[in-house]
C-alpha cells in the first residue's frame, strides 16, 4: 500500500514539473517571431502567438509557449516582426449600381496589402457597403472587416449621390433615426448643398445619439464651429490647416453673407496660416480627442497630375474598367489648367502638407486613410495605404508614429483598442506578419510574408493567388469592353 502511495506521489510531482506541464491546445503557434510592441515604440525578439479561433490565446517567449501549447498550424516566424493588422480609415465604395460587382472585387486587394480593417466612408452605394458588412462579419464574403457610415447626410439636391437629404432639423432628425435602424458605425456628412446650421446641428444630435461623426466643414462655418459642434474627426488635412489661419472667422463670415465666393474665399485661406494660431488650434483638437484623417496621397496624385498621368501603373490591372472610367473627371479637369494653376496646385498641397509635423506636435491623433476608391483617381485600394505612410514619412512623422497611424488610431477612434491595435492575449487575430521592422523603416509595411484575418492565415502564395484572381477578373472585364 506505501510503494502504491510512493509511486502516486512521484506521478504527482513529475506532473506538476515543467517537463509534464499540461498542454493546451490552439489553432496556430506562430513561432520565433519578433513582436512588434507600437504602443511602446519597441520589438519583443523570439516569441511565440498562439491562436484559437479569431482570437490571441497566448503570447509569450517561445520556449515557453512551446512547452505548453500545441495547433493544429506552425507558422515559422523566424527573422520577421509579427504586428498589428493595418487600418485604412477612409476608403469609398460607389459609381452606381452597374459597378457593384467592381467594388466588391477590390475586398481581397486590401486584404492582401496586409488591411485587416476598412472605414468606408460613403459612396453611392450604401445598401450594398451596409451588406457588405454584415456578410464579412458573419463570414460569408471575404474581405477585411468593414465599418461604414452608410449613407451620407447632405442638403437637398447635393452633387453627391447615395445621400440622405436634409433641408430642416425635422430631416437631420429623421435621419440620425434611419442611421441608427442601419446600425452604421458613424455619421458622415458633407456640405455640397446642406444649410451650415444644419450641420452644426446634426452633429450635437449625432453626439447625443452617441454616433461618431467626420465630414466636410462647409466654408461658412469655423473648423472650431464644428468642434464645438462634436465633430470626432476631420478629413482631409485642408480643414487642419484651415483651422491655423488667422482670420479664418471673417473669411467664413464674408463667404456666408456672399461678400466672397469659394476662389476667393480659398485664396485668403492660402495666404493666412499662422502657425501660432495653428498649435492653438491643434491643441483645442488634442484636448477634446478630435482626430485628423489626412489623406495626402490622393491629394499628391491629383496635385501633380501633370507630372504623372498614371497610363503605365501596373496597379490599373486590378480596377475594373467602370471604375477606371469614374477617373476620368479629375483628369479631365486638371488637364485643362494653365501653366500658373499648375504650380499654384503643387504650392497648395505641399502647405497642406506641411501642418502634418505641427498636427503631431500638439497631439492631435492622427489616422491613416486613402481616399481610395471609385472617383479619385489612381488612389489605388490596397497599395494607396502604403503610399500614404510613406508620404507622412517624408512629411515629417517617424515610422513609428506613422505605423501607430495605421494599427492604433483607427481602434482607438472606434473605442476598440482592448480588441485590436497591438499582439496581445484577448484581442483580435488580426495580424501582419513582415520581413523588416516598420518601426524602423516604413517601407516595410510592404514586404508582408503573411497575413493572419480572424485567425485565418493567409501566406504569400495565398496572397498572390487573391492578387492574380482580381486581375483575371479585371482583364475579363476589359475583354467583354473592348468587344
Same mark, same amino acid.
Given at each position: 500500500?506505501?510503494?502504491?502511495?510512493?509511486i502516486?506521489?512521484?506521478?504527482a510531482?513529475?506532473?506538476?514539473?515543467?517537463? $509534464?506541464?499540461?498542454?493546451?491546445?490552439?489553432?496556430?503557434?506562430?513561432?520565433? %517571431?519578433?513582436?512588434?510592441?507600437?504602443?511602446h515604440?519597441?520589438?519583443?525578439?523570439?516569441?511565440?502567438?498562439?491562436?484559437?479561433?479569431?482570437?490571441?490565446?497566448?503570447?509569450?517567449?517561445?520556449?515557453?509557449?512551446?512547452?505548453?501549447?500545441?495547433?493544429?498550424?506552425?507558422?515559422?516566424?523566424?527573422?520577421?516582426?509579427?504586428?498589428?493588422?493595418?487600418?485604412?480609415?477612409?476608403?469609398?465604395?460607389?459609381?452606381?449600381?452597374? +459597378?457593384?460587382?467592381e467594388?466588391?472585387?477590390?475586398?481581397p486587394?486590401?486584404? %492582401?496589402?496586409?488591411?485587416?480593417?476598412?472605414?468606408?466612408?460613403?459612396?453611392?452605394?450604401?445598401?450594398?457597403?451596409?451588406a457588405?458588412?454584415?456578410?464579412?462579419?458573419?463570414?460569408?464574403?471575404?474581405?477585411?472587416?468593414?465599418?461604414?457610415s452608410?449613407?451620407?447626410?447632405?442638403?437637398?439636391?447635393?452633387?453627391?449621390?447615395?445621400?440622405?437629404?436634409?433641408? !430642416?432639423?425635422?430631416?437631420?432628425?429623421?435621419?440620425?433615426?434611419r442611421?441608427?435602424?442601419?446600425?452604421?458605425?458613424?455619421?458622415?456628412?458633407?456640405?455640397?448643398t446642406?444649410?451650415?446650421?444644419?450641420?452644426?446641428?446634426?452633429?450635437?444630435?449625432?453626439?447625443?445619439?452617441?454616433?461618431?461623426?467626420?465630414?466636410?466643414?462647409?466654408?461658412?462655418?469655423?473648423?472650431?464651429?464644428?468642434?464645438?459642434?462634436?465633430?470626432?474627426?476631420?478629413?482631409?488635412?485642408?480643414y487642419?490647416?484651415?483651422?491655423?489661419?488667422?482670420?479664418?472667422?471673417?473669411?467664413?463670415?464674408?463667404?456666408?453673407?456672399?461678400?466672397?465666393?469659394?476662389?476667393?474665399?480659398?485664396?485668403r485661406?492660402?495666404?493666412?496660416?499662422?502657425?501660432?494660431?495653428?498649435?492653438?488650434? @491643434?491643441?483645442?483638437?488634442?484636448?477634446?480627442g478630435?482626430?485628423?484623417?489626412?489623406?495626402?496621397?490622393?491629394?499628391?496624385?491629383?496635385? @501633380?497630375?501633370?507630372?504623372?498621368?498614371?497610363?503605365?501603373?501596373?496597379?490599373?490591372?486590378?480596377?475594373?474598367?467602370?471604375?477606371?472610367?469614374?477617373?476620368?473627371?479629375r483628369?479631365?479637369?486638371?488637364?485643362?489648367? !494653365?501653366?500658373?494653376?499648375?504650380?499654384?496646385?503643387?504650392?497648395?498641397?505641399?502647405?497642406?502638407?506641411?501642418?502634418?509635423?505641427?498636427?503631431?506636435?500638439?497631439?492631435?491623433?492622427?489616422?491613416?486613410?486613402?481616399?481610395?476608391?471609385?472617383?479619385?483617381?489612381?488612389?489605388?485600394?490596397?497599395?494607396?495605404?502604403?503610399?500614404?505612410?510613406?508620404l507622412?514619412?517624408?512629411?515629417?512623422?517617424?515610422?513609428?508614429?506613422? $505605423?501607430?497611424?495605421?494599427?492604433?488610431?483607427?481602434?482607438?477612434?472606434?473605442?476598440?483598442?482592448?480588441?485590436?491595435?497591438?499582439?496581445?492575449?484577448?484581442?483580435a487575430?488580426?495580424?501582419?506578419?513582415?520581413?523588416?521592422?516598420?518601426?524602423?523603416?516604413?517601407?516595410?509595411t510592404?514586404?508582408?510574408?503573411?497575413?493572419? +484575418?480572424?485567425?485565418?492565415?493567409?501566406?504569400?502564395?495565398?496572397?498572390?493567388?487573391?492578387?492574380?484572381?482580381?486581375?483575371?477578373?479585371?482583364?475579363?472585364?476589359?475583354?467583354?469592353?473592348?468587344?
Amino acid at each position: 500500500m506505501m510503494k502504491a502511495r510512493s509511486i502516486l506521489l512521484a506521478i504527482a510531482v513529475a506532473s506538476a514539473s515543467p517537463a $509534464f506541464a499540461a498542454v493546451s491546445e490552439g489553432d496556430v503557434i506562430v513561432r520565433h %517571431a519578433t513582436i512588434v510592441d507600437v504602443e511602446h515604440a519597441r520589438t519583443i525578439a523570439d516569441q511565440a502567438v498562439v491562436l484559437r479561433g479569431g482570437d490571441i490565446a497566448a503570447v509569450g517567449s517561445d520556449a515557453d509557449i512551446a512547452r505548453t501549447w500545441r495547433a493544429k498550424r506552425t507558422v515559422d516566424g523566424s527573422k520577421r516582426f509579427l504586428a498589428p493588422g493595418l487600418w485604412d480609415m477612409h476608403v469609398h465604395f460607389g459609381g452606381g449600381p452597374e +459597378l457593384i460587382e467592381e467594388n466588391q472585387a477590390l475586398l481581397p486587394l486590401y486584404v %492582401a496589402h496586409g488591411i485587416t480593417s476598412i472605414r468606408d466612408c460613403s459612396g453611392d452605394l450604401p445598401e450594398q457597403v451596409l451588406a457588405w458588412r454584415d456578410q464579412i462579419a458573419a463570414g460569408t464574403l471575404s474581405g477585411p472587416q468593414l465599418f461604414t457610415s452608410g449613407a451620407k447626410l447632405e442638403g437637398i439636391k447635393p452633387v453627391w449621390k447615395g445621400t440622405i437629404e436634409v433641408g !430642416s432639423e425635422a430631416d437631420v432628425d429623421a435621419a440620425i433615426q434611419r442611421l441608427r435602424k442601419d446600425r452604421v458605425d458613424f455619421m458622415k456628412i458633407t456640405d455640397s448643398t446642406l444649410d451650415p446650421q444644419l450641420f452644426l446641428y446634426a452633429l450635437t444630435k449625432a453626439k447625443a445619439a452617441g454616433l461618431r461623426s467626420s465630414g466636410h466643414i462647409p466654408m461658412a462655418l469655423t473648423v472650431e464651429q464644428a468642434v464645438d459642434a462634436g465633430i470626432s474627426s476631420i478629413e482631409h488635412i485642408d480643414y487642419a490647416f484651415k483651422a491655423g489661419v488667422r482670420d479664418e472667422a471673417a473669411i467664413a463670415a464674408d463667404f456666408a453673407a456672399g461678400r466672397i465666393d469659394r476662389a476667393e474665399a480659398n485664396r485668403r485661406i492660402d495666404q493666412g496660416f499662422d502657425e501660432a494660431t495653428a498649435m492653438t488650434a @491643434y491643441r483645442g483638437f488634442a484636448e477634446r480627442g478630435v482626430y485628423v484623417t489626412p489623406t495626402l496621397n490622393g491629394s499628391r496624385i491629383l496635385a @501633380y497630375l501633370d507630372r504623372d498621368m498614371h497610363a503605365d501603373d501596373a496597379y490599373l490591372a486590378y480596377i475594373g474598367p467602370k471604375l477606371r472610367k469614374t477617373y476620368d473627371w479629375r483628369i479631365e479637369r486638371a488637364s485643362k489648367a !494653365s501653366p500658373e494653376a499648375i504650380a499654384a496646385r503643387h504650392a497648395h498641397f505641399e502647405r497642406m502638407a506641411a501642418v502634418l509635423p505641427m498636427l503631431q506636435r500638439a497631439g492631435v491623433t492622427i489616422i491613416a486613410g486613402t481616399d481610395a476608391g471609385f472617383l479619385n483617381s489612381f488612389n489605388y485600394p490596397g497599395i494607396g495605404l502604403h503610399d500614404e505612410l510613406k508620404l507622412f514619412v517624408e512629411k515629417g512623422m517617424t515610422p513609428t508614429q506613422a $505605423f501607430s497611424a495605421a494599427t492604433r488610431a483607427g481602434p482607438a477612434w472606434f473605442g476598440k483598442l482592448d480588441r485590436y491595435g497591438s499582439v496581445a492575449v484577448g484581442k483580435a487575430a488580426d495580424l501582419v506578419l513582415l520581413e523588416r521592422d516598420p518601426l524602423q523603416d516604413i517601407d516595410a509595411t510592404r514586404a508582408i510574408d503573411a497575413v493572419i +484575418l480572424r485567425g485565418r492565415v493567409y501566406d504569400r502564395k495565398a496572397l498572390d493567388g487573391m492578387l492574380d484572381t482580381t486581375r483575371k477578373k479585371v482583364a475579363a472585364w476589359n475583354a467583354a469592353a473592348a468587344r
